[in-house]
Structures are given as C-alpha cells and as structure tokens.
C-alpha cells in the first residue's frame, strides 16, 4: 500500500551533483522546492537509460502515469490542488559540482539509524522513543562518546549495565560498534526495493 499524501511529502530523495555522484538524502518536500526553483532536475531511469526533467515535464509525465492508471506499488505521490505528482527517487543538482566527503556526523539519530534501532545488548528492536544512548565504557571511566564507544541501547538494559562494563554487567554485545562508512540512512534505504536505484550513484 502506498503512503498517505503526509508521508510522501518525507519520503526521501537522493541528491547528486553535477557529476552524479550522491551529495545527501533530502526530503521529498526540499525536493519540489529545488525542482521548483530550476535548481535541480529529476533524474529517472528508464530502460537503463539516464532521463532528466525539468518540473514542468515531470508533471505532464506524472499527469500521463495517472490516465494510464500506471502508478506503481513502489512509487509515493504528492496531491496538489490541481494535479498529482510522483516523488522523484533521484534528483541532480544543476549548479553544484564538488565532490562530497562522506563523514558521517556522530549523533543520537545516526546512531540509532547504524544498530537499525536495535539494543545492542538484547538484540531486540525499539521504538525510537523507547531506546537511549549507551557508553560501553561509562564516561565515569573516562569513556568517550565516539562512534566506537556509544550503542544504542533499550532503557531496561541501560538501567541494567548502570555504570559497569559490559563484561563487568554480565552482558554482551550484539555488534561490536564501529564508525559507518557512509551515512547510516543511505545505507538502511539501500536495502529496500524502493530505493535501489540510488546504488548506480554511489562509489
């Protein structure tokens, strides 16, 4: 089942540069306005051909898909007053050319992104809300809060390892914790049908 209108409107799309090399993932919302402002053009994937188009003719190719009845099960749509618009997967950024650096900034989202919101002591999977940050070596022991020694962790077995060690709290970790290679939520959406074209525009 497609999303509603509220949650197409954060899908996200992968934004290259000039060179069509991945830039960042930005909302499907941030997406419209570079659309809308001709700073961006879509670019989709047709028959292993690159297509781009400007908003103009990404309209009138979304207004033909809804005539035809051939929107797909994979694909998120906008309802705008007169029209309805696909999500683009893949924009391409017209004035911008550097190339990126790839770090990935340390901070409580991406860390839960990186253990896929999985505690990394129990092993099971939580609602954002109901996980917190874990320093495997307790800040009260000079630990650092570093990509290789904060976890995500769910509140009871937080509460449980207190200001111990994992060793010295008897429990042991799902993933040893390292630094990601790329941005953990490129790395998550990679994994889904949905955004598998993004791999063609990754190093």
């Given amino acids: 089942m497609n999303p509603g209108p509220s949650m197409a409107i954060q899908s996200n799309v992968l934004a290259v540069n000039r060179l069509f090399v ?13 659309l809308w402002k001709r700073l961006a053009e879509v670019i989709h994937i047709e028959n292993e051909s690159y297509m781009s ?13 809804t005539i035809l ?17 696909e999500v683009p ?14 770090s990935v900034k340390f ?37 650092t809060s570093t990509w290789d020694n904060v976890v995500c962790a769910c509140l009871k077995c937080n509460v449980h390892k207190g200001g111990r060690t994992p060793q010295e709290a008897g429990m042991k970790l799902y993933n040893l914790p390292r630094r990601p290679h790329r941005n953990p939520l490129l790395s998550n959406q990679l994994h889904t049908k949905k955004y598998s074209c993004w791999r063609r525009f990754l190093p």
């Fill in 22 to 34: 991945a830039v960042h993932v930005v909302s499907a919302r941030r997406a419209f306005c570079l």
């Fill in 53 to 65: 188009y400007d908003f103009d003719s990404w309209r009138e190719i979304s207004e033909l898909k």
């Fill in 69 to 85: 009845d051939e929107r797909g099960e994979l694909e998120d749509w906008i309802a705008a007053i007169n029209f309805d618009i």
């Fill in 89 to 102: 997967r893949v924009i391409r950024l017209l004035n911008y050319d550097r190339i990126p650096r790839f």
């Fill in 107 to 143: 901070n409580r989202r991406n860390v839960f992104l990186r253990d896929e919101n999985r505690c990394q002591y129990c092993g099971k999977r939580f609602s954002s809300h109901n996980l917190s940050l874990d320093h495997v070596v307790p800040r009260c022991r000079g630990g």
